[in-house]
């Protein structure tokens, strides 16, 4: 792992209940959560930082809402008693949440992100980080999206809209990595 910084922090987005739903309909990626899960587990080994970041929604119809058990995170990924947390309410887990100055104040300069949505808050999210001059990295088998419909009602397999998301990030917010590529040091 030596081409991390001691204090590389893993971001791990919105892994929580709801995001099982089915409404969400097909999915890309089956073994993210097995990678993530390995990159938590190295994360906590190393004692590096890991943060939370749980969707709160303010829609009701949400599978985010507050006070169901959607928002609740998975058993596999509940924070524990040392690790951050950090409620947001839009895709961008920097927008008025003060991850960006908690950060700071820890001199936490690389991120690595992964989780939920792919062209949704992992995209925002990476690219503020990126835009904010932190190193980022976002892990792209551990994170998985959806099939979208397009304004024109085309539908797109998850893969793609997979793919294309991280190609949008790859240009200029990070660098896409896989899981075995961050274990081994990037």
Known sequence: MSAFAPN???LII???????????GRRNNP??????????????????????????SRDPAS????????CAFQPA????????????HVPD??????????LHVRGIEQLVIAGVITNNSVEATARSAGNLGFDTV???????TFDLHDAQGRRWPAEDVHALSLANLAMDYARVLDCAQ?????
């Not at 599978?63 to 959607?70: A, D, E, K, L, N």
């Not at 976002?138 to 998985?144: F, H, I, K, R, W």
């Not at 961050?182 to 990037?186: D, H, I, K, Q, Y």
């Open 8 to 10: 590389a922090a893993l």
């Open 14 to 24: 919105d892994m929580q209940a709801g995001i099982n739903h089915p409404r969400l």
């Open 31 to 56: 073994e993210a959560e097995q990678r993530l899960g390995e990159l938590l587990a190295a994360w906590r080994l190393w004692q590096r930082p890991v943060i939370h970041v749980r969707h709160v």
């Open 63 to 70: 599978v985010f809402w507050p006070g169901q058990s959607g």
């Open 77 to 88: 990924f509940s924070p524990q008693v040392n690790e951050a947390l950090f409620d947001k």
């Open 93 to 102: 887990a920097f927008a008025h949440s003060g991850l960006e100055r908690w």
């Open 138 to 144: 976002v892990v792209a088998d551990a994170c998985y």
């Open 182 to 186: 961050v274990l081994a040091g990037g």
